[in-house]
């Protein structure tokens, strides 16, 4: 199976900052990588997919680069709605994987 | 608008089974791939099962940890995709959410969630 490592697991941050999570896979999985928010206690919602095209109303503060095996996410001013925990999520190979999560808080 | 709708989450005892039903509308439910990923307790997400649509003659896809235990399944007729769950653990808690598949087979939306618990 392909590991999804994610650094850092948590972070801190105040509003207007500009962040950036890494995601790392153990094998190429080529520009195969999406970005999920998930709130406490709500559903994830889907960011970017393809590594870097934003999904249909995710807003373009959000942005996602890499291919091959080191991707990341950038928040370009983060608001107070961004505080969340955020996934990549591998879907070159079965079984799709899901990194260990980015908790971003105050 | 697309909206995924799960139910049939409930306590079970261990060995026990269940089936989760998810409704899907707002979107052409025959022709996307559904997904069925969990999260237990304070814990991250696992991708659980998935099913092709009908010109991909409905091929499913497992987790190791599921594989021989759960059955993923959908009728196009009734929008809705299944997961019966057999020889439940413990370790099965967790909230399962429905998702949809988009176009690079990537999970493009998420239902709202049912809860299981494995319990005696």
């Known amino acids: 199976d392909i590991q999804m490592t994610q650094s850092p697991s948590s972070l801190s941050a105040s509003v207007g900052d500009r962040v950036t999570i890494t995601c790392r896979a153990s094998q190429d999985i080529g520009n195969s990588l999406a970005w999920v928010q998930q709130k406490p206690g709500k559903a994830p919602t889907s960011l970017i997919y393809?590594?870097?095209t934003l999904q249909s109303g995710a807003p373009s503060k959000f942005s996602g680069r890499g291919y091959g095996i080191e991707f990341t996410l950038t928040i370009s001013s983060l608001q107070p709605e961004d505080f969340a925990t955020y996934y990549c999520?591998?879907?070159?190979?079965?079984?799709?994987?899901f990194g260990g999560g980015t908790k971003v808080e105050f | 608008e697309v909206q995924l709708v799960e139910s049939g989450g409930a306590l079970v005892q261990p060995g026990g089974s269940l089936t989760l039903s998810c409704a899907a509308s707002g979107f052409t439910f025959d022709k996307h791939y559904m997904d069925w990923v969990r999260q237990a307790p304070g814990k991250g997400l696992e991708w659980v099962a998935r099913i092709r649509n009908r010109i991909n003659t409905y091929n499913t896809e497992y987790a190791a940890s599921v594989k021989g235990r759960f059955t993923i399944s959908r009728d196009d007729s009734r929008n809705s995709v299944f997961l019966q769950m057999t020889s439940l653990k413990t370790e099965d808690t967790a909230v399962y959410f429905c998702a949809r598949s988009g176009g690079t087979y990537y999970i493009d939306y998420w239902g709202q969630g049912t809860a299981l618990t494995v319990s005696s």
């Open positions: 393809d590594s870097s």
């Open positions: 999520q591998q879907y070159n190979e079965y079984p799709v994987t």
